[in-house]
């Protein structure tokens, strides 16, 4: 019989240039807070299994299987990013294996424009260092440069953890701006945790989710897309306002 004082374990869910190594600062300090904290690889991370398609039902059952070999009994679900669709895909196909609550981080609110859609996957073609370069400046937020420098290698760390073959990039980039989180339907209390100054995906997007989701909003004020790693502190303190 399940204990029902114990903390549920959590599971983190990295992004589409991510990897477990993006989260680890939050994942640091949640389990200082009491928590099991797992982050599984997610495609095409390198390290993670191959998909037979990049598609939602496919990327649910990778989770639901993960969920399943770990002997977990209901945990969290808490995505960044793409992860945040990976996330909404498998609550809609395994609900019964996961808590009532479940984060949304930087959620993706609205579906990327089709022009911008069909030039996202040439990214596996563009040097690595290039694009993390260009990616992470548009997406951080703070003026430190010493934060910078660290978010910059971090992310190039990641990027070297994806598959040399190109295919599997870009038909996970084509899983990423296909879909957005309001595609699925959630039947669990659910929390959108962004920046406020998102360069990604706007408030007013955000906002519109939430309204459509019937989820509850935090916004992180004086970060944007990378709060994970600008503001880890605060992330996690917001996780576990919204989960204790």
Known sequence: MANPTKKPALILVHGFRGSPIGLQEIAQILEQAGYQVLIPPIPPFAGAQKLP??????????????VKQQDLNRPILIGHSMGSLVVAATLKYYPELFHQKAILMSPISKRTAVPFRMIAPLSALTPKAAV??????????????????????????CSNDQPPVKSEVIQAAKFSTSYAITDFHIPKSVLL?????DRLISQ???????????AKLDFLPNTGHL????QPR?????IIDFIK
Not at 132 to 157: C, G, M, Q, S, W
Not at 209 to 214: C, R, T
Not at 234 to 238: D, G, K, L, Q, S
């Open 53 to 66: 398609s990049y598609t939602p039902d496919s990327y649910a059952r990778y989770l639901a299987d993960f």
């Open 132 to 157: 993390d370069y260009i990616t992470t400046k548009f997406l951080f937020t703070p003026h430190d440069k010493a934060l910078l420098k660290h978010v910059l290698e971090v992310t190039h760390d």
């Open 193 to 197: 945790l962004a920046g406020a100054n």
């Open 204 to 214: 007013a997007q955000t906002r519109a989710a939430a309204q459509q989701l019937n």
């Open 227 to 230: 709060h994970n790693y600008e």
């Open 234 to 238: 605060e992330t996690a303190n917001a």
